[in-house]
C-alpha cells in the first residue's frame, strides 16, 4: 500500500525514516552484493529476533538461494520449509510469496515437477492477492515452463502470453524480452518456424535497445535453429555465427556451447560429416567448461553421427559409450534426488530441524572466535566446515550408491558385450524374415493375378480353338474366331507384360504418383457416403521410382485411416513440390482424437507411417482436436 509523503518537520516522520535507516542499508547491502555477502552473515540476521520479520526472512531466502539450492537441495529444502511456516506465522505475504518461489525451484531440481507447479501457483495467489504485478508475471512464466518441461506445450503457452501481457502493461523490457524468447522456443519445438520468427525478431529488438548482448546472442541461436527447421541452412549458419561471435566477446561459455551445439546441427542435417565433426568437437569443449551434462552428452552425439557418416568405426564407437555414460550418469543423478527427496522427508518426521539448526549455530560461533585469531584461518576452516557438512549430508547416498556400482561393474559390461551381439543377431533375423515374407507375398499376388487375369483370357481363347476345331466348314465364322482368339491372345501377352513391370517397380511405373494417387481417391469416394479431392502443384516431372512407391504407401495408409476412424464426410490430399521437397497434407472433417493419447492409438498405423517418414530422412506433424478433424502435415526432401 502505498503510504503518504509525511512532512520533514513532523518529529514522527523523522524518528521513523531514523528507525528504518538501518533496514534500508541491510536491503542494499543484501540485494545487489548478496554475492559478497558470507553465508555467516546472512544466517546471523535470520537468527537476530531483534531484526524485522521481513529483513529476516529476506536474508534467509538469499542464503538458501545462494548457498544451498544447487549445491546441498537437500538442506534447502529443510530450510525454506522453516522459512515458509515463519512467513506464514508472522503474517508477511510478500515473502510467502517469494518463499512459494525457491520452493517451486527446490522441487524442480529435485525432478518433482507437480509439487513444483503446486508451489508456483500458490505464489500466483499471494501475488495476485497483494496487487504485485511483477511478481505475478515471475510466477506465471515459472509455471509456464514446469508445462513446458513435462511437454505441455499448450498449458506452457497459456501462461507465457499470460506473463507477457503483464509484463507488456508494465513496459517491464527484460520480462518482456524472456516472455517472447519463450514463446518462440514453443514454436519451434512445433516445427512453426515462421511463427518462432517473429517472436524471437521482436525479442532481439527490445534487446538492442537495451543493449543485452546476453539475451540478443540467446536469440540469434533461436533464430537459427529456426531457419534449419526450415532447411535454410545458410541464414541459420550466419545467425548462429552471430550469437558465437558475441559468445566470444562476452567470454560466455553457455552461449558457445549453444552456439556450436546449433551449429552442428545445421552441419548434421546436410550430412557435412567433416564439419559436423569440427564443429562438435568446439560444442564438446565448451560444454565440458561449464560444464554442461545435457551439452556434453548432444555433443557425443554429433561426434558419434559425424564419424559413422566418415566410416570412422573406432571413433564411432568411443563416442556412443561416451553419450551412453552420460545419459547413465543423468538416470543415476535423478535417481539420486529422488532418494534424497524421501530421505529428507523422513529426516524431517523425526525432529532433524532442530538438529540442523544447532550444527548452523555451532558453525557461526565457531567461525566467529577464528576471526578474532587470524582472518586467513577463518576462510581455511570454514572450507573445512563446508566439505564436512557436505560429507555428512551425503555420506549415506555415496556409500550407497558406491557399492552398488561396484557390485554391477563387471556385470553390466557383460551385458552390453551380449546386448551388442543380440542386436546383430536380431537385425540379421529381422532381415532374413523381411526377405522371406516379401518373396511369400509376390509368389501369392502373382499366382492370384495368373489365375485372375491370364487365366481366364487364355480360358476363353482355348474355347475358341476347340469351336473351330468342330466348325470348320464356315469359313466366315471361322475367320472371325480366329481374329477373336488373336485378341485374346494379344490381351493375355499385354497382361503378362505388365505384370512384370508392376513387379519389378509397382503401381508408379506406369502411370506415376499423381495420377496412382487421384485413382485411389475416386475409389475410396463413395465409401459410408465419403468423397475425396485431390489438389496438386508442381508435380510435372516424375520423381525417383522408389520414393514414389514409398509416398504412394503412406497416402494410401493415411487414407484408410480416415475411412476406418474418422467417420468424416471429405478428406482432402495437398501435394506441393518445392525446389528441394515435397510437401504433403492429408485432412479430413472427421471426430478428430486428442493427440496426448496418439501412443494408444495402435490400431491407426502412426507407427508405421511415422517410420516410413523417417525413413525418408522426412517430418511428420499431426494436428487434430476433438470434433474439428484431424490434419497431418509432411516434409520430405527430394
Partial sequence: MNMPIQSKKNPF???????????????????????????????????????????????????????????????????????????????????????????????????????????????????????????????????????????????????????LTISKSRKDTLTIISNLTNIGNIYNIRFKADKALAYFNESLKLCSLKKDLKNRAVNHVNIGQSYIIKKDYKLAKKKTNEAIRIGHLLNNYSILAHGYSTMAQNYFKQKKHDSLIKIAKKSLFYAEKIPNKTKIRGAHYFLFEGYRGKKNFDSTFYHYEKGREYRNEAEDKANTRALQKMQIDNFRKTDSLMHFQKQLQNELYHQTEIQLKNKEKTNLTLAWGSSFSIVSLFAFLIFKNSKRKQLKAEKERQEQIEEKEKILKDLELSTIDAMIRGQEKERQKLASDLHDSVGATLSAAKMQFEYLIKNQTDLKASEELIKKTSTLLEDAYVEIRSMAHLKSSGVMAKNGLLPAIEKLSINASGINGLTFEVHSFGLKNRLENSLEISIFRIIQELITNIIKHAHATKGIVHLTNHEEGLNIIVEDNGIGFNTKNLKQASGMGIDSIDKRVEHLEGQMIIESKKDQGTTIIIDIPI
Fill in 13 to 163: 516522520f523523522k524518528e521513523r525514516v531514523k528507525r528504518s535507516l538501518p533496514i534500508i542499508w541491510l536491503l542494499i547491502f543484501i540485494h545487489p552484493s548478496f554475492g559478497q555477502t558470507s553465508k555467516d552473515t546472512l544466517y546471523a540476521i535470520w537468527e537476530n529476533s531483534k531484526k524485522p520479520d521481513s529483513t529476516r526472512a529476506i536474508a534467509f531466502n538469499i542464503l538458501i538461494s545462494k548457498k544451498y539450492l544447487d549445491n546441498k537441495t537437500d538442506s534447502a529444502y529443510i530450510l525454506i520449509d522453516q522459512l515458509i511456516k515463519f512467513t506464514e506465522a508472522n503474517k508477511i505475504e510478500p515473502q510467502q510469496a517469494k518463499a512459494l518461489i525457491t520452493l517451486g525451484h527446490i522441487n524442480h531440481i529435485l525432478g518433482d515437477y507437480p509439487s513444483a507447479t503446486n508451489s508456483y501457483e500458490k505464489s500466483l495467489k499471494l501475488y495476485k492477492k497483494l496487487g504485485n504485478k511483477k511478481g505475478e508475471a515471475k510466477a506465471l512464466d515459472n509455471i509456464g515452463k514446469m508445462h513446458k518441461t513435462s511437454w505441455n506445450l499448450d498449458e506452457a503457452l497459456f501462461f507465457y502470453e499470460q506473463s
